[in-house]
């Protein structure tokens, strides 16, 4: 089409800010029916979709229907989605064998979108991981949703484990909680696989610590709720005092807050009843060390240290972005683009900034990978939608005098790296995608549940009929 922008985008990551951008570029007006437009998608993991389906709680499978549209944008010709790559990353425990360099994709696409998230645990100061008495709440919520990085049999609660300690006020502590403290035979029908429900249910206790008052949490009505209504199945949960809920003089709560305290003040009402399974909230309490089964903590008000007993302590604080690399060809070199104290990459208006605050041309980045981890869904998708924007502004404006390059076959390269491994059926496309989620519904009916899904990099091969190719230890790269 004589005068039409010519754009071919490469995607890293593969999450609902990834595919938001994707879906609202190629749906554009500009863009809809503009054959010179090739979208191409890159997760380190096999299977798409990121956090919606190794984030979310298994107990809310509405916040994965986003996937439908995720679907439509991949049936898209200009689309294509590659799985088991993993791209200009410099976390050097990665084990996905396809590794591409930054930049050869820099070399194959007109523009890079950075959609890759907040990847790894921020820990606690005073409060390092020790494995397996200090774990990051990351490790739950992998275990619960089955991620691919983790060995097969891996457990993070321990056998003896009957009180956990939460360190975080916020919704990925009340999942968490949530999760342990449900009863199994409710989690069962949900996407969760089987040996987690098998390992579920002997959590007896749980205590959510914060270092300021329960008014700060950053938790939604909904989650509090779910967590009050676990009294429906027999977990009590502790009142907490008027001095508890108090909010300090000057400071103003938003709607959500209010909504939050408000519950906890209804339910707090009521006697605490004995339970063989309750959960806590204890407010203005700083984690300051843990040794033998005692977790230290101290008053931020009096300043006072107070000892709590506990198998287990998981913490929730937050999450920042791994290092990457990435060329800036106006500077001929390669740069580390994670800022470190805000664990998130630095963007202005959607595109990424150097270290020195410079633009560096044709990238960008959206969601966590930009924002560090906040907001909600629709939060994410009104960034991307943003992020398209921008992308479309860099493109020069449409001309009929602008004739359209004879040789446009380059819009249809991979990386050589991708090639080879699709070659050697090391590399997941969207339609081998979709066999294996098929596969996972086909299981999950046969036990009356969502999904059960597939676990192991085997066991996608043999869902794919690729187990017939003799297995070797391929490490692809250049």
């Not at 989650?223 to 209504?229: A, F, N, S, T």
Request: aromatic share 8%.
């Amino acid at each position: 089409m004589a005068g039409s922008p010519i754009m071919k985008l490469g995607i890293v990551g593969s999450g609902p800010s990834g595919f938001y951008v994707a879906s609202r570029l190629l749906s554009s007006p500009a863009l809809a029916s503009n054959p010179n437009v090739r979208v191409h998608m890159f997760d380190r993991l096999w299977a798409p979709h990121g956090l919606v389906r190794y984030g979310v709680a298994p107990d809310h499978p509405e916040v994965k229907n986003c996937t439908h549209k995720f679907d439509e944008v991949a049936k898209d010709p200009r689309f294509r989605f590659f799985g088991n790559v993993n791209i200009g990353s410099l976390n050097q425990t990665s084990t996905t064998p396809i590794s591409v360099s930054s930049s050869e994709l820099r070399d194959c696409y007109s523009h890079i979108l950075l959609a890759n998230g907040c990847q790894n645990s921020r820990s606690h100061p005073s409060l390092p991981f020790a494995r397996p008495f200090v774990v990051p709440a990351l490790d739950i919520i992998h275990w619960y949703t089955g991620h691919p990085s983790l060995p097969p049999g891996f457990t993070p609660l321990l056998p003896e484990t009957k009180k956990v300690s939460l360190i975080g006020m916020g919704n990925v502590a009340l999942d968490v909680a949530r999760m342990l403290l449900t009863p199994p035979s409710v989690l069962a029908s949900y996407d969760i696989p089987q040996h987690v429900i098998d390992a579920l249910g002997s959590i007896e206790e749980i205590e959510i610590f914060g270092r300021r008052g329960v008014w700060a949490g950053q938790w939604g009505a909904k989650e509090i709720r779910e967590m009050i209504q676990l009294s429906e199945h027999g977990v009590g949960f502790h009142p907490l005092s008027e001095d508890e809920l108090s909010v300090p003089e000057g400071v103003i709560l938003a709607r959500s807050q209010k909504r939050c305290l408000d519950l906890l003040r209804k339910t707090s009402a009521s006697p605490f009843i004995s339970s063989n399974k309750r959960w806590r909230i204890s407010a203005n309490l700083n984690p300051v060390a843990f040794s033998d089964g005692k977790l230290t903590l101290q008053n931020t008000l009096t300043k006072d240290l107070v000892t709590r007993e506990t198998d287990q302590v998981v913490q929730a604080i937050g999450f920042a972005s791994e290092p990457m690399s990435f060329p800036n060809p106006d500077q001929n070199m390669t740069l580390n683009l994670l800022d470190e104290k805000s664990g998130h990459l630095q963007t202005k208006a959607n595109r990424v900034l150097s270290p020195q605050g410079a633009e560096i041309p044709a990238l960008w980045a959206s969601g966590w990978a930009a924002n560090g981890p906040k907001g909600v869904l629709a939060t994410t998708m009104m960034d991307s939608f943003a992020t398209a924007e921008s992308i479309l502004a860099s493109l020069p404006p449409p001309s009929p005098s602008s004739p359209t390059p004879n040789n446009l076959e380059w819009l249809d390269d991979i990386p050589p790296t991708v090639k080879a491994g699709l070659e050697l059926q090391q590399v997941v496309t969207y339609e081998d995608w979709k066999k294996v989620d098929s596969l996972e519904v086909q299981r999950g009916q046969e036990q009356e549940k969502e999904k059960e899904r597939i676990l192991r990099w085997d066991e996608v091969r043999q869902a794919l009929g690729w187990d017939k190719l003799a297995s070797r230890d391929w490490k692809i790269s250049v």
